[in-house]
């Protein structure tokens, strides 16, 4: 049974196409990308992504994480979820989590 993680990401949903192209060309299973309700690369807002990180892991009752950001990670162990910090290379991280039985 294939694992299907939840992709949250701080990117804009201005990048939602790209960010399906990259997991469908890597043949990368997910079960929903949530990105961040942002139309640029200028509209970044540190609290609003901490926000969006935090209450979409809360929310879809996510048990693991993998982030580049040790404040998220940080933080999300305050509500119970176990994490990560991935700087390198997340492909790799992301297929020793996934179960490809």
């Given at each position: 049974?294939?694992?299907k993680p939840y992709v949250i990401t701080g990117r804009g949903n201005?990048?939602?196409?790209?960010?399906?192209?990259?997991l469908e060309k890597k043949n990368v299973?997910?079960?929903?990308?949530?990105?961040?309700?942002?139309e640029s690369m200028t509209s970044f807002d540190?609290?609003?992504y901490m926000k969006h990180k935090i209450s979409?892991?809360?929310?879809?009752k996510v048990?693991?994480?993998?982030?580049d950001d040790v404040r998220v990670i940080n933080s999300l162990s305050e509500?119970?979820?176990?994490?990560?910090v991935v700087k390198d290379n997340f492909?790799?991280?992301f297929w020793m989590l996934v179960d490809e039985e």
């Open positions: 049974m294939c694992v201005y990048f939602y196409e790209d960010t399906l192209y990259w299973p997910y079960r929903e990308v949530v990105t961040m309700e942002r540190f609290n609003e979409s892991y809360v929310e879809l048990d693991y994480a993998m982030d509500y119970g979820i176990k994490g990560v492909e790799e991280a």
